[in-house]
């Protein structure tokens, strides 16, 4: 494997590289940076890291489409008990992360944990599909979803125009991009302001069923259970969308080295987030059923729309303008922190060395950043995002559940590396077990779109070779990669 030499560079008089394989004085050894070292600063408090946290998580899934889970229930009961599971089985995963990030206390997140337990070549593998197809694919989905709520309002006796939906994805795009190449500091408190408002966008929807309830509206709450019956094959889905809606609880591991105090603040952020995401997401389905029958909600394109067009007549119209806020949000905290991951890489010798230099006034990773932005236009407009998902996102669960293993594997291996945060064994097998089982699933269920997510994925296995491994470039390669 080829590293980086461990030298401070200069590139054009704007930016530092960071030091190689990870040790930065400033954020491992709790000493302070060598004069004319520049790092990435502990910038990220408790109330960030919860902003991250619940500000990725909490996108455009719990406002327009939460049927996924019902119409593989078959009832209400059965929905929301899958709902509070999954909440449940997510903060045992963000319980295990908790421990990673706190007796590894590097940033970069799956890539970093995986380097450290299984080796490199995993590790890269990660990081190439992560780079190439799912985090371009994952934030142009997500940005469509805000483009086309923030044009609601002025479209509402009318179709919106695609061109004008990807225009302005495209701004929005462009934005988070800026925002989190130009401030650490200013990206970290729109995102506080995203998060208050996602959480004001959830309470617009639980205080009205809240009401509901108190007036004795639960008809649709009677024989709870009664209904279809959930298939052999159903069940597992439902458990599969409900820990993709959870997804996202994983980001503050990748801002590792920017947590202040992360012994502390990793696994309070991580617990505090989680219970209110799962309290916030079982109730908002519980207020959804106090006004829409289970048919309706089947039948509903946008739920949280649905439902305040009943109850609260022309303030509806706020409800878009939250949803695209909500979506702002996940671009802007999945951005901040998957760029991370893309700095550690090349920091590591994975990724070109341009990507682990940092700005030397504004301390960002800057081309870490904006990497993204001409993978994630061409995978705007050109790509077909959905199928791309679809292909990947076996992918992600196969490797957080090697995450997870790998804290296993860690215990017997180092078992004396110290671990100021730890949790019970029983956690972390469970939730790889859970984690393997979906991937086993997803193998079964839809054979074609898994077999191409999976031969996409071991393109990576000679892409390692080829980047990584061969010492014999010509010079012209070495220097397209940066070496």
């Not at 701004?171 to 506080?192: K, Y």
């Not at 889905?237 to 959870?246: E, I, N, V």
């Not at 050109?382 to 992918?395: C, E, Q, T, V």
Request: aromatic share 12%; net charge positive.
């Amino acid at each position: 494997m080829v590293r980086k030499a461990a030298v401070t560079t200069v590139s054009n008089g704007s930016y530092l590289q960071g030091q190689a394989n990870g040790r930065l004085p400033s954020m491992d050894s709790g000493q302070p940076a060598p004069e004319g070292k520049v790092v990435l600063k502990k910038k990220v408090t408790l109330l960030r890291g919860i902003s991250i946290i619940i500000g990725t998580i909490i996108g455009a899934g719990i406002f327009i489409s939460p049927k996924g889970i019902l119409k593989n229930t078959g009832s209400v009961g059965m929905s929301l008990t899958v709902w509070t599971v999954c909440g449940i089985l997510s903060l045992f995963g963000a319980l295990c992360y908790a421990e990673l990030g706190t007796c590894i206390k590097k940033s970069g997140g799956h890539y970093t944990y995986i380097l450290e337990a299984f080796g490199p070549l995993p590790a890269f593998v990660r990081v190439w599909v992560e780079l190439l197809v799912i985090r371009p694919a994952a934030t142009a989905v997500i940005s469509l979803a805000f483009g086309r709520y923030i044009l609601e309002p002025f479209f509402m006796q009318c179709e919106i125009p695609e061109l004008a939906i990807k225009l302005i994805t495209a701004v929005g795009i462009t934005l988070v991009m800026v925002l989190n190449s130009t401030s650490v500091s200013w990206s970290a408190r729109i995102q506080i302001f995203l998060t208050f408002c996602k959480l004001v966008a959830i309470l617009i929807i639980v205080v009205p069923g809240v009401i509901q309830l108190i007036k004795g509206e639960t008809q649709h709450f009677k024989n709870a259970f009664a209904g279809n019956d959930a298939s052999v094959m159903g069940l597992p889905l439902a458990f599969y969308s409900g820990m993709y809606a959870y997804s996202g609880w994983f980001y503050l591991n990748f801002v590792t080295e920017e947590v202040e105090n992360p012994e502390k603040n990793i696994p309070l952020a991580i617990c505090i987030s989680m219970i209110i995401v799962t309290v916030g997401y079982v109730l908002t389905n519980v207020a959804y059923f106090t006004t829409i029958s289970a048919g309706e909600l089947l039948l509903s394109k946008a739920v949280a729309v649905t439902f305040a067009e009943r109850l609260m007549g022309n303030f509806s119209l706020a409800v878009p303008v939250f949803v695209a806020l909500s979506c702002f949000g996940s671009m802007n905290g999945g951005t901040f922190a998957v760029s991370r991951m893309f700095f550690v890489a090349s920091r590591e010798g994975h990724l070109p060395e341009i990507l682990s230099m940092i700005h030397v006034r504004k301390h960002t990773p800057l081309p870490a950043v904006i990497v993204l932005h001409p993978l994630t236009m061409i995978m705007l407009f050109n790509g077909d995002l959905y199928s791309l998902l679809n292909f990947l996102s076996f992918a992600r669960w196969l490797f957080i559940g090697l995450v997870v293993a790998g804290l296993i594997y860690l215990r017997y291996k180092h078992p004396d590396m110290p671990r100021p945060f730890k949790v019970p064994l029983f956690i972390p097998a469970l939730f790889s077990f859970t984690c393997l089982f979906m991937v086993a699933l997803s193998l079964y269920s839809d054979p074609v779109n898994t077999g191409i997510g999976f031969a996409i994925t071991l393109t990576g296995v000679p892409a390692y070779y080829l980047f990584i491994v061969w010492d014999k470039k010509p010079r012209w390669f070495r220097k397209l990669l940066g070496k």
